[in-house]
């Protein structure tokens, strides 16, 4: 079992940056894929990028591509997320979790934590 906590939120304009980081305890992290996820109002959870449990290899949605950089380490358990060229759009609340590939480019998450929130003025 892996538990993540988010941390890194806050209040940027729109082409600031922000990077969030996710600590999860458990024994298991190192070999679970992981991933960031976001959710704003009104809308459903939606994801953003994952990595491989061994950090080769990256995921990322469309709507973030070449701005997110996602990233782990696994001796300290975190993985983390470079957001660049912040856009209003990417307003939400973003959380951490285990990311499992169901289909194509369908993903979702299991053990996820409270979240932290992101807010790109303009």
């Known amino acids: 079992q892996v538990r993540p906590v988010e941390s890194g939120g806050g209040l940027v304009q729109a082409g600031d940056s922000l990077r969030l980081s996710c600590t999860a305890s458990?024994?298991?992290?190192?070999?679970?894929?992981m991933g960031w996820f976001r959710q704003s109002p009104g809308n459903e959870r939606e994801f953003v990028a994952a990595?491989?449990?061994?950090?080769?290899?990256?995921f990322y949605a469309d709507a973030v591509k070449g701005r997110f950089t996602i990233s782990r380490d696994n001796a300290k358990s975190t993985v983390n997320l470079q957001m660049n060229s912040l856009k209003p759009e990417d307003t939400a609340v973003y959380f951490c979790?285990?990311?499992?590939?169901?289909?194509?480019?369908?993903?979702?998450?299991?053990?996820w934590g409270p979240g932290t929130q992101v807010t790109v003025s303009s």
């Open positions: 458990g024994r298991a992290f190192s070999s679970y894929r």
């Open positions: 990595i491989s449990w061994s950090g080769d290899t990256t």
């Open positions: 979790a285990v990311a499992i590939r169901t289909s194509g480019d369908a993903w979702r998450g299991n053990y």
